[in-house]
Every structure is written in structure tokens, then in C-alpha cells.
């Protein structure tokens, strides 16, 4: 049986994911150490100084936007492989 990523839940899902894991480094970066923490997100999210408001909301942007990234370029290569696999195994 060949399963099928669609490409709308993947993009849901890894948005959300990223966008959660996102404040929790920067609650982390808050309330324990931000040693390297602020480095490290501007670097991946241009616009984001450490930290105030509106940057704050530019890193959730930023993170629902890589992880429709992710799904729009994965769901489609993981469905040509899995389906070229399929096609392989069957001859």
C-alpha cells in the first residue's frame, strides 16, 4: 500500500511544530540563559533582533513560513520516491 503526503497537513503540522518549538527557545532564552540563543535566530530570521514585540511576532512568521517551506518541497519528493519505490518492488 502506498501511502500519499498531502501536502496542506504536512504544511499545518511542521508550521505548528516550528512556530511552538520557537517560543519555547525563546521562553528558554528569557528565563534561563540566552547565551547564543539571540545569535542564532537572527541569523535564521532576517529582521529578528533579540527581543522585543515586533520581533517577536517577525520569529513566528518566520517559523510558520520554513515550515510551509519544508512541506511544499517534501510532500512531493517523498510521494515521487515512495511511489518510484513502489513501481521498483513491483517488477
Not at 541569523?43 to 512568521?61: A, D, E, N, R
Amino acid at each position: 500500500m502506498n501511502k500519499r503526503l498531502k501536502v496542506m497537513s504536512l504544511g499545518l503540522s511542521l508550521s505548528s511544530f516550528l512556530v511552538i518549538t520557537y517560543v519555547l527557545c525563546v521562553l528558554f532564552g528569557l528565563l534561563v540563559s540566552d547565551r547564543g540563543m539571540h545569535q542564532l535566530l537572527g541569523q535564521l530570521m532576517p529582521g529578528f533582533t533579540w527581543i522585543t514585540w515586533p520581533s517577536f511576532f517577525v520569529g513566528l512568521i518566520w517559523s510558520f513560513i520554513y515550515g510551509w517551506y519544508v512541506a511544499v518541497l517534501f510532500a512531493p519528493l517523498f510521494n515521487f520516491f515512495s511511489r518510484r519505490s513502489s513501481e521498483l518492488e513491483g517488477k
